[in-house]
């Protein structure tokens, strides 16, 4: 498909442009999508702003910023049109992080940790754009029934199956979640739909832990704002309250904050299993009381990407387990990318989920 399509091109911190390039081209084993909805992740944020390089071979744009998105298929390389995969009007979700099947990590299912692979967005030009090329076997058929926004969701959300499969939330259990993000409520719905017998949401803003209520937290904790209704200075002493003493049995943190990420151990049972999902800084370090942990026999994991578990995200949105009108707050144009990505850092107000409508039709 030759001609120009709008994007917004990245260039260095603080300097993003909507200019028209060239449509990209596609190999025999590539997709062209039609970008219809992109989120704005925190990735994208942390870019923009210069937080974090890119994975670009210097680190540096030029660069189309945007990875979580889905849009129809206009043109199907050599090798998926054979097989019959995908046609033109094809309706997918797309997996930006696409490794390379042929190295030992891979092998051996660890597609999270393949160093081969490359991720529109963040390696090679992503969907802050109308149009987008994707391998072919990173992108999956929609359900009936689920809208081109909801799709842009499960890009996050596979994320946080992955933290909640490592969790393995049994009958039951208590669950406490330190992070009332996008990432932390679909956690709070999962553990419910795992079969949680109650869930705690910790936070700092009473906004994004009220949305955390919808989605199906038993109990919501403010440990920062006095005047909240919410409030408790003693995070540990609350959680052995609400478990009259026992803990509790799954603690999971999608959160950077070094607070949360320590308070995690103190709140956790004798047995528990403690997931670590945010990703603070380089050079932070947690603090395991070695001794009590082993006599506690706590069991503490992380979790990185979505290796295998996006069929798993695909039917918690079409299941309604995820209520996506409950996760994104804002909604912006390609245009507007830029404003778009400022506002959902520095903007006031309320605010949760920004997506980037790049094409709102269905």
């Given at each position: 498909m030759?001609?120009?399509?709008?994007?917004?091109?990245?260039y260095?911190?603080e300097?993003?442009?909507?200019?028209?390039i060239?449509?990209?081209?596609i190999?025999d084993?590539?997709?062209?999508?039609?970008?219809?909805?992109c989120?704005?992740?925190?990735?994208?944020?942390?870019?923009y702003?210069?937080?974090?390089?890119?994975?670009?071979?210097?680190g540096?744009?030029?660069l189309?910023?945007?990875?979580?998105?889905?849009?129809?298929v206009v043109?199907?390389?050599?090798?998926?049109?054979?097989?019959?995969?995908?046609?033109p009007?094809?309706?997918?979700?797309?997996?930006?992080?696409?490794?390379?099947?042929?190295?030992?990590?891979?092998?051996?299912?660890?597609?999270?940790?393949?160093?081969?692979?490359?991720?529109?967005?963040?390696s090679?030009?992503?969907?802050?754009?109308?149009?987008?090329v994707?391998?072919?076997?990173?992108?999956y058929?929609m359900?009936?029934?689920m809208t081109?926004?909801?799709a842009?969701?499960?890009?996050?959300?596979?994320?946080?199956?992955?933290?909640?499969?490592?969790?393995d939330?049994?009958?039951?259990?208590?669950?406490?979640?330190?992070?009332?993000?996008?990432?932390?409520n679909?956690m709070?719905?999962?553990?419910?739909?795992?079969?949680a017998?109650?869930?705690?949401?910790?936070?700092?803003?009473?906004?994004?832990?009220?949305?955390?209520?919808?989605?199906?937290?038993?109990?919501?904790?403010?440990?920062?704002?006095?005047?909240?209704p919410?409030?408790?200075?003693?995070i540990?002493?609350?959680?052995?309250e609400?478990?009259?003493g026992?803990m509790?049995e799954?603690?999971?943190?999608?959160?950077?904050?070094?607070e949360?990420?320590?308070?995690?151990?103190?709140?956790?049972?004798?047995?528990?299993?403690i997931?670590?999902?945010g990703?603070?800084?380089?050079?932070?370090?947690?603090q395991?009381?070695?001794?009590?942990?082993?006599?506690?026999?706590?069991?503490?994991?992380?979790?990185?990407?979505?290796?295998l578990?996006?069929p798993t995200?695909?039917?918690?949105?079409?299941?309604?387990?995820?209520?996506?009108?409950?996760?994104?707050?804002?909604?912006?144009?390609?245009?507007?990318?830029?404003?778009?990505?400022i506002f959902m850092?520095?903007?006031?107000g309320?605010?949760?989920?920004g997506?980037?409508?790049?094409?709102?039709s269905?």
């Amino acid at each position: 498909m030759k001609g120009k399509m709008k994007a917004q091109v990245f260039y260095e911190p603080e300097v993003m442009r909507l200019e028209e390039i060239d449509i990209p081209q596609i190999a025999d084993d590539e997709v062209l999508v039609k970008v219809k909805y992109c989120g704005i992740c925190g990735s994208d944020i942390s870019y923009y702003y210069g937080h974090s390089p890119l994975g670009t071979a210097d680190g540096k744009g030029p660069l189309v910023l945007g990875h979580e998105f889905s849009g129809q298929v206009v043109e199907v390389g050599k090798i998926p049109a054979d097989k019959g995969l995908f046609k033109p009007g094809d309706r997918v979700i797309c997996n930006p992080v696409q490794q390379c099947n042929a190295c030992d990590m891979c092998a051996e299912g660890k597609f999270n940790l393949c160093a081969h692979g490359v991720v529109p967005g963040v390696s090679v030009n992503g969907a802050f754009a109308e149009y987008c090329v994707m391998k072919y076997t990173h992108l999956y058929h929609m359900p009936e029934g689920m809208t081109y926004k909801q799709a842009s969701i499960v890009e996050p959300l596979a994320c946080a199956a992955y933290g909640m499969k490592k969790l393995d939330v049994q009958l039951g259990d208590f669950v406490t979640v330190f992070g009332p993000g996008p990432i932390g409520n679909m956690m709070v719905a999962m553990a419910k739909a795992r079969g949680a017998s109650k869930v705690a949401l910790v936070g700092t803003r009473d906004y994004p832990l009220g949305i955390g209520k919808e989605c199906g937290a038993d109990y919501i904790i403010n440990i920062r704002d006095k005047n909240s209704p919410n409030y408790t200075d003693d995070i540990v002493g609350k959680i052995s309250e609400l478990t009259g003493g026992k803990m509790s049995e799954r603690v999971i943190v999608p959160t950077s904050n070094m607070e949360a990420l320590q308070k995690a151990l103190d709140v956790a049972a004798g047995g528990a299993t403690i997931v670590y999902f945010g990703l603070p800084g380089e050079g932070d370090m947690i603090q395991v009381p070695a001794l009590r942990s082993i006599q506690s026999d706590i069991n503490i994991r992380f979790a990185w990407l979505a290796p295998l578990v996006w069929p798993t995200a695909i039917k918690a949105v079409a299941a309604g387990i995820i209520d996506t009108d409950k996760i994104f707050t804002h909604e912006f144009s390609l245009e507007d990318a830029e404003k778009g990505i400022i506002f959902m850092k520095t903007g006031q107000g309320d605010k949760l989920k920004g997506v980037i409508a790049v094409d709102s039709s269905e």
